[in-house]
């Protein structure tokens, strides 16, 4: 039987741009380009995203000493780490603090939304001349699938397009489920593919390929098109495969795992997370939350924190349960943190010069507190972590040399990372 055909609209409808149903953009790898270094201390990285810029005060770097004004309107509590303490709100996290590395340094400066989101998916400041690839994309370039898995997925979207291949073939994006897993009736959808559609057969595909490379205009390689009509044999394949069905279905999951992991959207976002580490997936972007709290920081705070607090203890206790946690880099990120001091709208605003994130597994150190900001957290105070240190490091648990190159288009060979140095302080 001859392989379906399909117009750019049924395409769509499927989730090749991002739709409702299960995403399939252009990213298996038709051939391997690398492989995994022997050296390499971690097989997959989940990267939990708080977009929005989650307020440093309120959750890994609390000040009880300071100022009401600078303090903010919440307690903390002390961790497992002598001395430690986190916002009140994160008793979970509070209590695996000796199984994590929390870092109190970050710094980049910049406060705008797109440049953050921009600098902590690809390592480099946004570049009118230059579209950076995304850590995830650079990972499937670099190890491709495992377990005929793709090698990179969202969940449940692609957040931006500094999320995406940048410069690299379309082909290394990420696998988006389109559909939320908290929902009762979630499923990947669009698991069979629809019926084919009149016209020519040439001009579909250049318009298919045209849609899957994030442009409308007309390609006229047949190479390129040859090189579609293979990934799309294999798009056809996974969504056709037990091994991607099984990944996807939370209803596998004991009672009582879900229960540990929450109700919530981040609790079966990570579980979901999980699932696919356990199938072969290597980069899993997470997004959760809504952390720009200008205004109303409390009600904020209150309604998203705990929820994250008890998924994101829950995901690095069951990884080491079930004797992943070594093997896997959970990685707690956000754009920047938020101004030191309350505004007059009861919120926080950008504050790129330093905030803080958590790791945990994949080769990092258990029970480190990394670096410092200063008494209100509006510098750091000791150990600043760049962007491209972390970035460095991140890759060199991979065993991926971030000083490798890239070819960009113009034959223009560009690092995958610029000027970074692996802080080995960070790893075991």
């Given at each position: 039987?001859?392989?379906?055909?399909?117009?750019?609209?049924?395409?769509?409808?499927?989730?090749?741009?991002?739709?409702?149903?299960?995403?399939?953009?252009?990213?298996?790898?038709?051939?391997?380009?690398?492989?995994?270094?022997?050296?390499?201390?971690?097989?997959?990285?989940?990267?939990?995203?708080?977009?929005?810029?989650?307020?440093q005060q309120e959750s890994w770097d609390p000040k009880p000493n300071a100022a009401v004004e600078n303090r903010g309107m919440f307690g903390s509590i002390p961790t497992v780490l002598p001395g430690i303490r986190f916002n009140e709100l994160m008793p979970h996290t509070a209590k695996i603090a000796d199984?994590?590395?929390?870092?109190?340094?970050?710094?980049?400066?910049?406060?705008?939304?797109?440049?953050?989101?921009?600098?902590?998916?690809?390592?480099?400041?946004?570049?009118?001349?230059?579209?950076?690839?995304?850590?995830?994309?650079?990972?499937?370039?670099?190890?491709g699938d495992r377990n005929e898995m793709p090698p990179f997925i969202n969940i449940p979207n692609q957040i931006d397009a500094s999320s995406g291949p940048g410069f690299l073939s379309a082909k290394y994006n990420g696998f988006s489920l389109g559909a939320d897993p908290v929902k009762d009736d979630f499923k990947v959808r669009d698991l069979s593919l629809p019926a084919g559609i009149d016209g020519d057969r040439f001009e579909r595909r250049k318009k298919m390929l045209s849609a899957v490379n994030g442009d409308f205009s007309i390609a006229h390689s047949d190479d390129q098109l040859d090189a579609l009509d293979s990934f799309y044999q294999r798009a056809y394949a996974l969504i056709h495969s037990e091994r991607a069905k099984k990944a996807f279905d939370l209803s596998r999951e004991s009672e009582a795992t879900r229960e540990?992991?929450?109700?919530?959207?981040?609790?079966?976002?990570?579980?979901?997370?999980?699932?696919?580490?356990?199938?072969?997936?290597?980069?899993?972007?997470?997004?959760?939350?809504?952390?720009?709290?200008?205004?109303k920081l409390e009600p904020g705070i209150k309604k998203h924190v705990p929820p994250f607090d008890q998924a994101f203890a829950a995901l690095v206790t069951d990884l080491e349960a079930r004797g992943m946690l070594e093997r896997t880099l959970v990685v707690a990120s956000t754009e920047f943190g938020r101004t030191p001091r309350i505004n007059t709208l009861a919120g926080r605003d950008h504050w790129g010069k330093v905030f803080s994130i958590a790791m945990a597994g994949g080769g990092?150190?258990?029970?480190?507190?990394?670096?410092?900001?200063?008494?209100?957290?509006?510098?750091p105070a000791r150990d600043p972590l760049t962007i491209p240190d972390w970035t460095s490091t991140i890759y060199h648990l991979l065993g991926i040399d971030s000083r490798e190159t890239l070819m960009a288009p113009g034959d223009r060979p560009i690092e995958i990372v610029r000027g970074g140095e692996v802080r080995k302080e960070l790893l075991l």
């Amino acid at each position: 039987m001859p392989r379906p055909t399909h117009s750019r609209r049924q395409l769509l409808r499927l989730g090749f741009a991002g739709g409702i149903g299960l995403s399939l953009p252009d990213l298996f790898r038709l051939q391997s380009f690398g492989g995994v270094s022997p050296l390499a201390k971690a097989d997959s990285i989940i990267y939990l995203f708080l977009q929005g810029g989650i307020a440093q005060q309120e959750s890994w770097d609390p000040k009880p000493n300071a100022a009401v004004e600078n303090r903010g309107m919440f307690g903390s509590i002390p961790t497992v780490l002598p001395g430690i303490r986190f916002n009140e709100l994160m008793p979970h996290t509070a209590k695996i603090a000796d199984r994590i590395t929390t870092i109190r340094s970050m710094t980049h400066g910049e406060n705008d939304h797109d440049r953050g989101v921009h600098i902590m998916f690809t390592g480099y400041d946004p570049s009118p001349v230059v579209s950076y690839p995304s850590f995830g994309s650079v990972v499937s370039y670099k190890l491709g699938d495992r377990n005929e898995m793709p090698p990179f997925i969202n969940i449940p979207n692609q957040i931006d397009a500094s999320s995406g291949p940048g410069f690299l073939s379309a082909k290394y994006n990420g696998f988006s489920l389109g559909a939320d897993p908290v929902k009762d009736d979630f499923k990947v959808r669009d698991l069979s593919l629809p019926a084919g559609i009149d016209g020519d057969r040439f001009e579909r595909r250049k318009k298919m390929l045209s849609a899957v490379n994030g442009d409308f205009s007309i390609a006229h390689s047949d190479d390129q098109l040859d090189a579609l009509d293979s990934f799309y044999q294999r798009a056809y394949a996974l969504i056709h495969s037990e091994r991607a069905k099984k990944a996807f279905d939370l209803s596998r999951e004991s009672e009582a795992t879900r229960e540990a992991y929450g109700p919530s959207e981040v609790g079966a976002r990570l579980l979901m997370a999980r699932r696919l580490v356990e199938a072969g997936v290597r980069f899993i972007t997470v997004q959760y939350g809504e952390w720009d709290h200008h205004a109303k920081l409390e009600p904020g705070i209150k309604k998203h924190v705990p929820p994250f607090d008890q998924a994101f203890a829950a995901l690095v206790t069951d990884l080491e349960a079930r004797g992943m946690l070594e093997r896997t880099l959970v990685v707690a990120s956000t754009e920047f943190g938020r101004t030191p001091r309350i505004n007059t709208l009861a919120g926080r605003d950008h504050w790129g010069k330093v905030f803080s994130i958590a790791m945990a597994g994949g080769g990092v150190q258990r029970g480190l507190v990394y670096g410092a900001s200063d008494a209100i957290a509006a510098e750091p105070a000791r150990d600043p972590l760049t962007i491209p240190d972390w970035t460095s490091t991140i890759y060199h648990l991979l065993g991926i040399d971030s000083r490798e190159t890239l070819m960009a288009p113009g034959d223009r060979p560009i690092e995958i990372v610029r000027g970074g140095e692996v802080r080995k302080e960070l790893l075991l």
